[in-house]
């Protein structure tokens, strides 16, 4: 029986096509994230919707560098970032399904905070069975990335036990909620897609087995 944080999740079974795993390759670094914006937290609140329609345009690498660093950014010379973690145990993992950005192949990518870079993981455009994973939610295939957010839940239970599921969740709260005040101030537009087929897109991200994904949010152009 899957522990109370899989309550949300509608499992199903999709096989994922082959991939080359890419993790041999060279990290990519990301444009410095900016500091600084026009929008301010009070107009971004104002105006946050969640997106389920996108236009067909391409996210610029520094845009996709900075909906990144909003969600899990390193922030401090001691390693705290942008969304609170309990205990600062971090359990929480980024990846990113690129099918349109400039500059940048598709494929799948893993955010690495400590040097603000890319780390190719898959090749090829993965959208299609992300979609399918993501229970045929065809916002899925339409926009240009999609942020796939996953947890290894030992780094928090060895320090806080039962309360882990509980504190894991908060964490993914933090971080959606952080991506969608970013998109706002960028032009852009998310959603959260809780309603997930855990064990199919854990296979289409080819996770390690202690780790879980959680949700999903797709993110470009409003349409």
Do not use: C
């Not at 997106?51 to 391409?58: F, G, L, Q």
């Not at 971090?90 to 990846?95: A, D, G």
Request: avoid cysteine; proline fraction near 7%; glycine fraction near 8%.
């Amino acid at each position: 029986m899957r522990n109370p944080l899989s309550a949300f999740l509608v499992i199903s079974l999709v096989v994922a096509p082959l991939s080359a795993t890419r993790a041999q390759d060279a990290p990519i670094k990301l444009p410095d994230p900016a500091k600084r914006g026009t929008v301010s937290v009070e107009e971004a609140l104002q105006t946050r919707r969640s997106v389920r329609a996108y236009a067909d345009a391409p996210l610029t690498l520094a845009q996709l560098g900075q909906v990144l660093w909003a969600a899990q950014g390193i922030t401090s010379a001691d390693g705290h970032r942008t969304a609170p973690s309990a205990g600062a145990t971090y359990p929480l993992e980024l990846y990113v399904v690129v099918g349109n950005v400039t500059g940048l192949s598709a494929g799948v990518y893993k955010y690495r905070p400590q040097g603000h870079e890319l780390v190719p993981h898959l090749d090829g455009d993965q959208r299609a069975t992300l979609a399918r994973a993501a229970i045929r939610q065809g916002w899925v295939t339409q926009a240009p990335v999609t942020l796939a957010i996953t947890a290894v839940p030992e780094r928090t239970r060895a320090r806080y036990g039962d309360r882990t599921d509980r504190f894991v969740a908060i964490e993914v709260g933090h971080v959606g909620q952080n991506v969608y005040l970013q998109a706002v101030s960028l032009g852009l537009g998310t959603v959260m897609a809780g309603a997930i087929a855990e064990d199919s897109l854990a296979a289409v991200l080819k996770l390690d087995p202690a780790e879980r994904p959680l949700a999903a949010m797709p993110i470009g152009k409003a349409r």
